[in-house]
């Protein structure tokens, strides 16, 4: 009986601490429901800062003048008086090809425009004969003293010897353009430096057999550069060459002198796209930046990588915000319904986004009596760091500055916030 007695509060106590438990949490989701949720944000005041806006990128150091110099005649390398890294003259002998060949071709067009002269002279000498002997029947046929016969034959056979006269006069001009090509074919045997500077490459060793062709670029040879005025060619993003003026100065790094910075000025901005990855999701549209540098080092040497900052555009004193604090924001209010029909011919309203009317603003949000308030803003330039804000905040405006989550998803107008100090404890 006492045991029976025992059970029954054992049971009772058992479930009455469930049901109690069961009333507890009711109540907490009856009223904890409501609970506005606070989100830690960190926060900045706007100040007033000089934003200097950079477009970066990156490319190969070159001369700004060099020469490739290709073979135009066939043959040994003959001469060789040079080596990679020489300086070098204007005019001054770079290399020879073996003439034999095309000093042979020359002796011949010399001898076949001697031929044709002396051809020339001699039909000259038998046109003038026939001429004169024209003209004196000529004269006797006005006097009556010769027939129409004389007259007729001593013209024809003026005609005749003009004509083989004639024709010769072209044949001298034809072995004089002879004699001009075979001298033009071995004048490209000699080889001479067609400006001040330095072999930058050199292809081809003394013995060596060249190609050469006077319709399609023959054996590449060697590259003269001046190496007095060096450039960086650098591709730049499409979004990005807008913002590129030629003048704009620029900081340049080259991968071989490590940290040390060399000063350019953009002397050229190209107009033809220069694209990658065509037709994929990979596609990449970059237009190529010539960018002449200030200040050289003699190590610097033709095809180097290098790092170019070009400095675009700088303003003073200008209201700024972090980057990280300006996101964007559709305005719910202006989007649009749009009907589809359904597959039985019945019409529904779909949700739509106007992208002519729901455009994103650019918005911040500053923090005032623990709530987060959301402003638009006009931004301008920007660095690494910050923006500047042209209109839509004042100096001394609390703005959030993080999490990103926070600013880009979670933060909405008259959010309730708590801010968290830079040290990670939450200001009361």
Known sequence: MANGKKNNKKKFLIFGGLGLLVIVVAMLVIFGGDKEEIITVQTEKVEKRTITQVVTATGKINPVFQVQISAEATGEIVELPIEEGDVVKKGQLLLKIKPDTYLAQKNRAEASLQQARASLNSR???????????????????????????I????????????EYNAQQSMVIQAEAALKEANETLYKTTI??????????????????????????GTQLLTVADLSEIEANVEVDENDVV?????????????????????????????????????????????????????????????????????????NNVLAVP??????????AMIVPE????????????????SKVNKPKEVV?????NEA???????????????????????????????????????????????????????K
């Open 124 to 150: 000259k000498a038998a046109l003038d004969q026939i001429e004169m002997d024209y003209k004196r029947y000529q004269a006797l046929f006005d006097k009556g003293l010769a027939s129409d016969a004389e």
């Open 323 to 332: 980057i990280q604090s300006v996101t964007g924001r559709l305005d719910k």
């Open 152 to 163: 007729q034959g001593a013209k024809s056979s003026y005609l005749q010897r003009l004509g």
């Open 373 to 427: 308030i959301m402003k638009e803003v006009k931004a301008g330039i920007s660095d690494d760091t910050y923006i500047e804000i042209i209109s839509g905040l004042n100096v001394g405006d609390e703005v959030v500055t993080g999490p990103y989550k926070a600013i880009s998803k979670d933060l909405e107008n008259k959010s309730k916030v708590s801010v968290q100090s830079r040290g990670g404890n939450k200001n």
């Open 192 to 217: 001479y430096s067609p400006i001040n500077g330095t072999i930058s490459k050199l292809n081809v060793e003394l013995s060596e057999r060249v190609l050469g062709s006077g319709f399609s670029p």
């Open 243 to 315: 913002l590129i003026s030629v003048g704009d100065t620029a900081k340049i790094n080259i991968d071989a002198f490590g940290d040390k910075v060399f000063k350019g000025v953009v002397t050229q901005i190209g107009n033809s796209a220069l694209s990658s990855g065509l037709g994929t999701q990979d596609e990449v549209v970059n237009f190529e930046v010539k960018i002449l540098l200030t200040s050289l080092d003699e190590n610097i040497r033709s095809g180097m990588s290098c790092d170019a900052d070009i400095i675009t555009e700088t303003k």
């Open 339 to 354: 009907s589809k029909p359904e597959e039985d011919g019945a019409v529904v309203e779909k949700k739509k986004s106007d």
């Open 365 to 369: 949000f500053t923090v005032a009596n």
